[in-house]
């Protein structure tokens, strides 16, 4: 059974453009998560999304968006990239709820910001 | 508030010597407390989840250990390899509305030969 997948592995960018990031579950998972991490603040929670549905969302301002595909593969877009946005981004599947279900971590996108 | 301490933040070890990872918490109602292991570059991988009612659980030469009434717990590794250098993040669910995943900021642990 194929892993959670993230592409792309590693972005550059620079201040002020924008970015999307791309998470494919495990076959059967219908709840995607997604998660920033820096070495300052450790794994923090973005949004959770189920059945094309956000269903619970972090505490990060609005340039943080996602969405969820009827094939339950999700994008994650950040726009007006600031320099604080540089970190790896993850995202985990779970077959339904992050709270109470295993989750499956991809191996992430590294962002940079220039 | 709800919060996951880790400790030591940093660890270095010989390689099959044995070593225990702390973890408190003050997450209020508690679900489950997880521990994953996050490898340089990589996502993290669980190793294992506690329920309220369970205090040991074993994954190889992992053992984790829950505390809910000290909001406690520990996680220790046995005859350490190389392959267990990584980070280990203590997570504690919270059962109410919401995700409610509380991520301690994790231990870094080498193991050297």
């Known amino acids: 059974k194929a892993g959670v997948t993230q592409t792309p592995r590693y972005l550059i960018k620079t201040r002020g453009q924008q970015v999307t990031l791309s998470c494919s579950p495990i076959?059967?998972?219908?709840?995607v998560s997604w998660y920033q991490q820096t070495p300052g603040q450790g794994l923090q929670f973005l949004f959770e999304?189920?059945?094309?549905?956000?269903?619970n969302k972090g505490n990060f301002p609005g340039r943080f968006s996602g969405r969820q595909f009827s094939n339950s593969r999700s994008e994650m877009n950040v726009s007006t990239l600031e320099l604080g946005d540089s970190a790896l981004y993850l995202c985990?599947?779970?077959?339904?709820?992050?709270?109470?279900?295993?989750?499956?971590f991809g191996s992430g996108t590294q962002l940079s910001v220039l | 508030k709800n919060q996951v301490e880790q400790s030591p933040q940093s660890l270095i070890i010989l390689e099959g010597k044995n070593c225990t990872l702390q973890?408190?918490?003050?997450?209020?109602?508690?679900?489950?407390l997880r521990w994953y292991k996050q490898d340089t570059g990589r996502g993290p991988v669980s190793l294992t989840i506690?329920?309220?009612?369970?205090n040991t659980k074993s994954n190889r030469r992992y053992t984790a250990t829950l505390d809910a009434d000290t909001k406690q717990s520990s996680l220790h590794i046995t005859a350490s390899q190389l392959s267990d250098s990584a980070s280990y993040i203590c997570?504690?669910?919270?059962?109410?509305?919401?995700?409610?995943?509380?991520f301690g900021k994790g231990t870094t642990l080498s193991v050297s030969s």
């Open positions: 506690m329920t309220f009612s369970e």
């Open positions: 973890c408190n918490y003050t997450v209020s109602p508690f679900s489950n």
């Open positions: 999304y189920f059945s094309e549905t956000q269903r």
């Open positions: 985990a599947s779970s077959a339904s709820t992050p709270r109470s279900e295993k989750l499956f």
């Open positions: 997570v504690v669910s919270a059962r109410q509305a919401g995700t409610a995943l509380i």
């Open positions: 076959s059967g998972h219908r709840s």
